[in-house]
């Protein structure tokens, strides 16, 4: 018994350093691949291409905020910051959206003038093998990551495999737009194509300030929790529970749980059901932090 309980933490930490390492490979090869589609703009000026080479440094930083929230996770608590640096990993990722919104403007302006003023593809050939290139290797990416978001359960990993997703299918997306304005009369498409890729940014960037913004200022947006907390604490313990109250940490919750108890019940009973409920709940429902409050059942 003492030796699965101290496996445990260390089970987890392992799974953790798995999930910062994949976030880590996240980083380098979006970065990589913006960094590598700008490069070839230079000689193509296609709008497509530098809108997919501005989406991928985009997600390349929410794959570093996700990196940088697993690595705050694994950090012990400290007297400034006695809840933990969860709520650090939000901030960044509000920074990091209203960043992304600047560079989806500014794709926005050159794809809206392109529209109306045509500039031709330079080398068009080179531009779609690029945007192939680059498609392929963030599904590939995305796949490998989804598997260790699956393993280790963490909210922020599972958002950093959708986002390689949509980088992957934004660049096929661009890849048809770049082909039709070139083997067509379409000569817009490649604007058009910069535009939809916009579109895909807007979207994430709405997405990142939505959740972050619920979470700094204490919503819950998961009231099913609750009622989950309330079944578990009444099926294992039957006991009633008066309150629940949660606060969002990151992508975990702190809840503060009031328990109702017989009024005879004595101080070293109610101390160990306190401790039996915390872990339980803590451990079944994946809580960051349970307190749970004895009351009587009438007072």
Do not use: C
């Amino acid at each position: 018994m003492g030796s699965s309980g101290e496996n445990k933490p260390t089970g987890r930490y392992q799974i953790l350093d798995k999930a910062q390492l994949a976030a880590k490979q996240s980083v380098i090869t979006l970065a990589a691949i913006g960094i590598a589609e700008l490069i070839v703009t230079i000689f193509t000026g296609s709008i497509t291409l530098t809108a997919d080479g501005l989406d991928s440094l985009a997600d390349a930083m929410i794959s570093f905020i996700v990196w940088f929230g697993i690595v705050m996770i694994k950090k012990p608590r400290s007297s400034s910051f006695p809840f933990g640096y969860r709520k650090v990993e939000v901030l960044a990722a509000f920074t990091a959206a209203i960043i992304i919104i600047v560079l989806g403007s500014l794709i926005i302006y050159r794809a809206v003038g392109a529209f109306f003023n045509h500039v031709d593809v330079h080398y068009p050939e080179l531009t779609m093998i690029t945007l192939v290139a680059a498609g392929s290797i963030s599904l590939h990416r995305a796949f490998v990551i989804r598997k260790v978001a699956i393993e280790s359960n963490l909210i922020s990993l599972k958002l950093d495999a959708k986002n390689s997703i949509k980088d992957g299918t934004s660049s096929f997306a661009g890849f048809i737009s770049v082909f039709l304005s070139t083997y067509t009369n379409l000569k817009f498409m490649d604007a058009i194509g910069g535009m939809i890729i916009a579109g895909y940014i807007f979207f994430m960037a709405y997405t990142a300030i939505r959740e972050s913004t619920l979470v700094l200022v204490d919503a819950v947006n998961n009231p099913q929790i609750q009622d989950n907390i309330r079944q578990l604490i009444f099926l294992r313990f039957k006991i009633k529970t008066r309150d629940v109250f949660l606060r969002p940490v990151g992508s975990e919750f702190n809840a503060e749980i009031h328990i109702i108890l017989p009024n005879e019940t004595r101080l070293d009973e109610t101390s160990k059901i306190m401790k039996s409920i915390a872990s339980t709940v803590k451990g079944e429902l994946s809580l960051a932090r349970v307190i749970v409050v004895p009351e009587p059942e009438q007072y």
